[in-house]
């Protein structure tokens, strides 16, 4: 027993052949398996980093361009107003001293309940173009609609001619210029819109898209500022016409001044009394620094005189209600 070796058992299968087939068919399955597991990060700090949270820098910045923006136009056509308005007077507005936010406020003339309504249609129509045809009307009504929005989206072949035309015609249609600058600004924002939207796949590129917006936004410019203009020529007109309604100006003065004029009325108070001469029959236009513009109840654009009072010693001057 202890000088025989010990035969020991081969393994199941040892000496049968291998089939090349099987082998093949395993190595196969072996390499889908590997690729088919899921390979996760060792750690989390080799995981991929999360996007950085948002910030309101941008946000920040982009508020802060458009009230910029918004400030400079208010100033642009505050000073358009202004300069219209006094002109009428003859008065320089930048001799005036009105600083930056008095103009800009003076903006504010131009918001007018219809140019409010007709602007928050216009531009909810922009933003939500099929809104009118999609609420139940009644089967006339929104065919009528799909007319018009077809007869709108090719407007721009009548507003074009219609703005230049009135171009053309400006010495008779300068009252309402800003109406055919309007009408040319929309007139290109339609004809862009259809040439990109051409089935035929030409469609305005970028540098078409540029143009576009440029031109249409120095035509809006040159619209308001239209608009500006002729309110502030308007309302001028309107007070020269209604000189007694605005605040009188009662000017009190030791020494005589030379103000004579339709309405103006001197009274000499005698040498007792410190103001001498008493001037009535003014009204004020507006006041700077000490100094009142005043205009006499007979004030007429033909020929009437705007006086410009500085106060010093030896000069008085009282305010009270105009008439109705």
């Excluded at 393994?11 to 052949?17: D, E, K, Q, V, Y």
């Excluded at 990060?41 to 941008?58: C, K, M, R, V, Y």
């Excluded at 922009?126 to 009118?132: H, S, V």
């Excluded at 309604?245 to 009274?267: C, K, N, Q």
């Amino acid at each position: 027993m202890t000088g025989r070796p010990t035969a020991r058992s081969a393994p199941i299968g040892a000496g049968r052949p291998r089939d090349p087939h099987r082998e093949r068919l395993r190595r196969a399955r072996t390499t889908a398996a590997r690729r088919t597991v899921p390979r996760f990060p060792a750690s989390s700090d080799a995981a991929t980093p999360a996007p950085p949270a948002p910030t309101t820098t941008g946000l920040v910045g982009a508020v802060a361009a458009q009230a910029s923006l918004l400030a400079a136009a208010m100033f642009y056509l505050g000073a358009v107003y202004l300069t219209a308005f006094y002109h009428h007077f003859r008065l320089d507005v930048f001799t005036l001293g009105i600083g930056f936010p008095e103009l800009a406020i003076q903006a504010l003339n131009l918001v007018r309940r219809p140019v409010v309504i007709a602007v928050t249609v216009i531009a909810y129509a922009a933003l939500r173009p099929g809104l009118m045809t999609a609420l139940p009307w009644p089967a006339p009504v929104s065919r009528l609609l799909r007319r018009a929005g077809g007869w709108a989206r090719h407007a721009d072949l009548l507003l074009m001619p219609a703005g230049l035309l009135a171009l053309v015609l400006w010495q008779w249609s300068h009252p309402y210029g800003w109406a055919a600058a309007l009408a040319l600004a929309l007139g290109v924002t339609l004809a862009h819109r259809r040439a990109a939207g051409r089935p035929d796949g030409r469609a305005a590129g970028p540098a078409g898209r540029a143009v576009a917006t440029s031109v249409t936004g120095l035509l809006i410019m040159w619209a308001v500022t239209l608009a500006a203009n002729d309110l502030g020529v308007s309302e001028a007109r309107l007070t020269g016409r209604h000189v007694v309604s605005r605040t009188a100006a009662v000017v009190l003065s030791t020494e005589r001044l030379s103000l004579a004029g339709p309405g103006i009325r001197v009274e000499d108070l005698g040498k007792d009394a410190h103001f001498r001469y008493r001037y009535t029959g003014l009204r004020r236009l507006i006041e700077r620094g000490g100094r009142y513009y005043l205009l006499p109840t007979g004030w007429t654009h033909a020929t009437g005189t705007t006086y410009v009072i500085d106060v010093r010693d030896g000069i008085r001057v009282e305010l009270m209600p105009g008439t109705r």
